[in-house]
């Protein structure tokens, strides 16, 4: 059974930072792509980052970029997402996604989110002074 576990969430101040890691389970995560969500209260839900399987190269949205980054760490089979300069509107349910085994699909090159067959538990962010 494949099965993603986020960690690291929390409460931060404005300006601080906060490292989240999705841990995967029953799938080696550096053969599939995987993205960040997150979503705010109120708010849909919005894909934040991803990291190709098919050659590394990763997507920011335009929210985090400069202040976030992914990336992989194949020994822990996981994909961490690093978020500094943290803000108010940053606040949300931070989730991580990957493909079922043996997709084909890449979600950090084509972006169709229904390839997405795996979904973490989900990890709560909140930035307030």
């Known amino acids: 059974q494949v099965q993603l576990v986020e960690s690291g969430g929390g409460l931060v101040q404005p300006g601080g930072s906060l490292g989240l890691s999705c841990a995967a389970s029953?799938?080696?995560?550096?053969?599939?792509?995987l993205g960040w969500f997150r979503q705010a209260p109120g708010k849909e839900r919005e894909g934040i980052s991803c990291?190709?399987?098919?050659?590394?190269?990763?997507y920011y949205a335009d929210s985090v970029k400069g202040r976030f980054t992914i990336s992989r760490d194949n020994a822990k089979n996981t994909v961490n997402l690093q978020m500094n300069s943290l803000k108010h509107v940053d606040t949300g349910d931070y989730y991580c996604?990957?493909?079922?085994?043996?997709?084909?699909?890449?979600?950090?090159?084509?972006?169709?989110?229904?390839?997405?067959?795996?979904w973490g538990q989900g990890n709560q962010v909140t930035v307030n002074s």
């Open positions: 996604a990957t493909h079922h085994p043996g997709e084909l699909s890449d979600y950090c090159v084509d972006y169709r989110t229904e390839t997405l067959g795996t």
């Open positions: 990291i190709s399987a098919f050659d590394g190269s990763t």
């Open positions: 029953g799938l080696s995560l550096d053969h599939y792509a």
